[in-house]
């Protein structure tokens, strides 16, 4: 009897763990556009798999005050819940200030992790934070997805570099 009940819970708990893996079905390639306020910005985003767990991205962004944020590396991704992935990038930055803030370059590395969850059909709700150099790395998010391709989002962010902003995103998934 005892040995039966650990089969089924075995059993049930395999067919569990299989289906996770696939269920959260988020999609790691995409093309993003992204507009900040306060201060003021403006950038891009892009993200492609490499395999199912694994992808490279990179993105600009600019206070279009001959300054830029540069950022390019690695991320990792996995399923964690049925409706849930968790994530993470290694970021490699370069970044020029504007010339108000005295105008100098550094590079930077960012580590972060975060989470994407499904809150609806059609709306996801993310999060994540990390530490890039001396500044913290924190941004939280809802992304409503109108079809299976566009997606549009909403969300406040410290990328460690600007300070606090609120940024809205269209993001096109191919």
Not at 8 to 22: E, K
Not at 126 to 148: E, L, N, P, Q
């Amino acid at each position: 009897m005892t040995n039966r009940f650990s089969r089924t819970i075995s059993a049930t708990l395999l067919l569990m763990a299989s289906s996770w893996a696939s269920a959260a079905d988020f999609n790691y390639n995409y093309f993003e556009f992204r507009t900040g306020s306060s201060p003021q910005s403006f950038g891009s985003e892009f993200s492609m798999n490499i395999t199912d767990n694994f992808h490279i991205l990179a993105s600009a962004d600019s206070q279009i005050d001959h300054d830029w944020n540069l950022a390019g590396g690695i991320g990792f991704n996995g399923p964690v819940a049925p409706t849930t992935d968790m994530f993470g990038h290694l970021l490699l930055h370069e970044i020029k200030y504007p010339k108000d803030d005295g105008g100098d370059s550094e590079t930077l590395i960012e580590l972060s992790i975060g989470i994407r969850t499904w809150i609806d059909d059609k709306v996801e709700g993310y999060g994540k934070i990390g530490r890039m150099d001396r500044h913290s790395v924190v941004g939280a998010g809802v992304r409503f997805h109108s079809t299976g391709q566009l997606s549009m989002n909403m969300e406040t962010s410290n990328n460690g570099v600007w300070g606090p902003q609120i940024i809205l995103g269209v993001r096109y998934q191919y």
